[in-house]
């Protein structure tokens, strides 16, 4: 996800002023991982819980294009996985690029 | 000590298994979306939702004795997170929570068998047998699993310490993964888990895992928090348990650990 943040002032006749609130743009992804053994949930957690939820700052390369962005938080102070069974665990983990 | 019980196998839950763990921040954002974070870990929570199905009578009947004892969700027991290593700082020997015998060397950075480099090489230069281990609080009654990757340059012994039970086991020059299991008749209310070398004994040992369950699972890695949750507590005040059949009962319910409570 990509996230601008743009102001608009509209004034009595209908026109507008639009200006930036952000000096660019920035980088949301949602990552969502199925099959996961109890090793990767388990380094998955302790990831989380290292940066004390959306606490910490970390550097994550963009799986898309390879882009590193040296400034990313996860998005929410909640982390949950469900294990169906060996091997079947099942987490989604949103990271945010933060303002520098 | 209040605890939550086993399964007649030995296992603490039964798959599906969800757990969520819940931190809190506060986050004060200026409108170009600049953040200033605090962190508040006391404010931690982790949760469990399990559910089990095909109980027996005295499965049931254990489950039920804790949550008249705990009076639902009153009052604390000790909880061991079935999907967890039950040791704290798995990789990082050094680590007060481990207790080595002062004579015995450990150098850390050693390579692993999972491609990192955080195996210990352990040495014995005493002619005495020493022991490297890690105490948790839990009863000594359940049934546990240790579990360790282990490798010496010489055909050497290694000792898995498991309580009371120590089992020797024979290593070369790979990697390979040790395991000792089983439940001891013993009250204590807490247990240690290591490993013993014997005089003059040098190895690399990796991945220290103990679960609550007669079998290793995948090595799950901790840092300062292990499995072990001694304030745990069931989050509702209701148990719902149905009934299929003699001996056949199912039931779901949710665990709540408070770190500030």
């Known amino acids: ?100 | 000590m209040i605890y939550f019980p086993q399964l007649s196998s030995g296992a603490t839950g039964q798959f599906p298994i969800s757990r969520e763990r819940l931190a809190r921040t506060v986050v004060n954002q200026s409108l170009q979306n600049y953040q200033v974070k605090l962190a508040d870990p006391g404010a931690a929570v982790t949760e469990w939702h399990l559910s089990f199905e095909e109980m027996s009578d005295q499965e049931l009947a254990a489950l039920e004795a804790l949550f008249q004892a705990v009076e639902g969700s009153l009052t604390p027991f000790t909880f061991l997170d079935p999907a967890d290593n039950l040791l704290a700082w798995s990789e990082q020997q050094s680590q007060p929570v481990w207790q080595a015998d002062s004579l015995l060397v450990l150098t850390g950075g050693v390579a692993d068998p999972l491609g990192g480099t955080n195996a210990y090489q352990v040495s014995n230069p005493t002619a005495a047998t020493l022991m490297l281990q890690q105490s948790i609080n839990a009863p000594a009654s359940l049934a546990y699993c240790l579990s360790l990757y282990a490798c010496s340059a010489q055909i050497s012994r290694v000792w898995l310490v498991r309580g009371t039970e120590t089992d020797a086991y024979a290593i070369g020059p790979q990697w390979t993964r040790l395991v000792s299991a089983g439940q001891l008749a013993n009250a204590a209310e807490s247990i240690s888990f290591g490993i013993a070398l014997d005089p003059g004994a040098t190895m690399n040992v990796y991945g220290f895992q103990a679960e609550a369950q007669t079998a290793a699972s995948l090595y799950k890695p901790t840092a300062d928090t292990g499995g072990v949750y001694p304030n745990a507590r069931f989050k509702g005040d209701t148990l719902t348990i149905t009934t299929v059949g003699p001996s056949r009962h199912s039931c779901e319910l949710d665990i709540v650990n408070v770190e500030y409570l």
């Not at chain 1, 992804?29 to 388990?42: F, K, V």
């Not at chain 1, 700052?57 to 982390?79: E, H, I, K, M, R």
Request: proline fraction near 3%.
């Open chain 1, 1 to 100: 996800m990509l996230q601008f943040n743009t102001d608009t002032i509209r004034f009595l006749d209908g026109t507008e002023q639009r200006f930036r609130d952000n000096p660019s743009v920035l980088h949301q992804w949602t990552i969502q991982l199925d099959l996961l053994d109890e090793s990767e949930l388990a380094a998955l957690d302790q990831f989380v819980v290292t940066n004390q939820g959306r606490f910490g700052n970390f550097s994550f390369t963009d799986p898309w294009d390879g882009t590193v962005y040296p400034n990313c938080s996860l998005a929410a102070d909640t982390f949950g996985f469900q294990l169906s069974g060996e091997m079947r665990g099942k987490a989604t983990v949103t990271v945010c690029e933060n303002r520098t």
